[in-house]
C-alpha cells in the first residue's frame, strides 16, 4: 500500500550528516513510498501562541500544518546542539501542537550518531507529550562518524543501507 513520509532534519547546516540520512532515505525508499522532505524550517517565525489563531496564523506555520496532516507518517533526524534539540527544531515542534491532525501521527525517529546522549529523549518526550504515536520499530541509528557523507555515499554503504530499507518497512507496516 503507498504511503507518504514527511521527513525533518533538525539541523539547518548545508553539509549535515541528518540532511544526508533523510536524502538517503528517499532514494532507498521502497516503491510506492513518497518521501518528501520539510524544508522550512529557518523560515518559521517564533512561536508565539498570540498568533496561534486561524486569522492570525503566518503563512509558514499554515504551511507546516498543512504538510504534517497531508502525511501518513513523520521522520525526524535531529542532532544534539549543547546537550538540547536545536532551537529552530524545536520552534518548528512548536508549531506544529496546533495541527489538529497531529495527535497520534506515526513517527520514526532516525538518528546519524550513537553519541548524542541527551536530545533523543528530549525528542521522544516532547513528541509524546504532543500525542504522537512513536513507532520504535522503525527508528534507528547509523553511527556515521563525520559530517562528510552525503546520500550516496550511505545508500553505497551496505549496511547503511539495509538498516534504512529494514526501518522502512517497519514503518510501512506500522503505518
Not at 525508499?29 to 513518497?34: D, I, K, N, Q, R
Not at 518528501?36 to 503566518?58: E, K
Not at 507546516?64 to 527544531?89: I, N, T
Request: hydrophobic share 45%.
Amino acid at each position: 500500500m503507498p504511503f507518504q513520509i514527511l521527513t525533518f532534519c533538525g539541523s539547518l547546516r548545508a553539509a549535515s550528516s541528518n540532511r544526508a540520512l533523510l536524502d538517503a532515505v528517499e532514494q532507498l525508499a521502497p516503491e510506492g513510498t513518497t518521501v518528501r522532505h520539510y524544508r522550512g524550517i529557518a523560515g518559521l517565525p517564533h512561536f508565539t501562541p498570540d498568533l496561534d489563531q486561524d486569522n492570525l496564523l503566518p503563512a509558514d506555520a499554515r504551511d507546516l500544518r498543512q504538510q504534517v496532516a497531508e502525511a501518513d507518517g513523520l521522520l525526524f533526524a535531529v542532532p544534539e546542539y549543547m546537550h538540547c534539540l536545536p532551537g529552530s527544531f524545536k520552534n518548528a515542534l512548536d508549531w506544529m501542537v496546533g495541527c489538529q491532525r497531529f495527535p497520534g501521527k506515526p513517527v520514526a525517529l532516525a538518528h546519524v550518531t550513537a553519541r548524542h546522549a541527551f536530545a533523543p529523549a528530549q525528542l521522544e518526550d516532547v513528541l509524546k507529550t504532543m500525542s504522537a504515536r512513536i513507532v520504535n520499530e522503525a527508528g534507528f541509528n547509523l553511527d556515521l562518524k563525520t559530517n562528510q557523507l552525503d546520500a550516496a555515499a550511505i545508500c553505497a554503504d551496505s549496511g547503511y543501507a539495509e538498516t534504512i530499507r529494514t526501518a522502512l518497512s517497519r514503518f510501512g507496516a506500522a503505518l
